[in-house]
């Protein structure tokens, strides 16, 4: 038995064993002359994660992620590795997550594939902020590395875009909320004219009526179809009424197509 193969087994009976400091003696034994080491790196990973040497371990599982990016095994290390850090990591977990997924999706293994995005989605949901529910969200969506492959596994689209479109509701409204209040204190400010101000910002860089329409392009319900069909009128209308004079022009006409196309909809619901 070569040297190498020696220590690559002691490493992994001193990590069976919990004896994390000769694993990470055993492994880099075999790195200070095989630096690409696979094994090696996953093994020292491992040690470094359960020392809490977590910079260490997220290191040593990128480098061999990057020797072999298409195994699986060193993401799932950075899976595991962003999973125990709670809030802190979320974002390196999804990318990670994804991954591992695409990975899966690769080597056409269903039921692994969509038991990580399902995990992640859910650990997203419990200890991410907004926006990181919202990118996780994406990834169960058409047009995530994953989507074609899971579809009819992962829920309908209609259900992850209205809860993207729930979350961004909340969001704007506490920002409006928020710079309104901010706004208004400041020296010869005017109620009316911070609103109009804040809102017109607030909606120039929203994605809300690009969901709204994702949800009535997706559903099969009529009455979902019906309800964000006008959800989508209104919201356009309101951004109409604060956008400056010389940009309203454009957004009349949509707001009339948009108005046309809904008093159809109830027309054929009665």
Known sequence: MSANKAALKAAKSALDAEDYETVVTQAQIVLASDAGNYPARLFLGRAFEKQGQLENAADTYRKAAGSKPDEAQAWLGLCSLFEGQGSKKVDDYIDAAVRVGSIHAA???????QTIIDKMV???KQNGASAQQKRALRVTLPGSPVYDFLEGRLPHPTLGFTRIAEITEREEAQRIK?????RRTRIGARVGQVTTEVKREV????????L???IINWTVEDEIRREYEEKLLLRAYEHLLVLPADQKSQKLDQVLALQKAWSSSIMLSN
């Not at 928020?178 to 901010?182: C, K, Q, Y």
């Not at 909606?203 to 690009?210: A, I, K, P, T, V």
């Open 107 to 113: 080597a056409e293994d269903a039921h692994r594939c």
């Open 122 to 124: 859910g650990f997203v």
């Open 178 to 182: 928020t710079e309104i209040n901010n």
């Open 203 to 210: 909606f120039s860089e929203s994605e809300l009526e690009e």
């Open 212 to 214: 709204y329409q994702s």
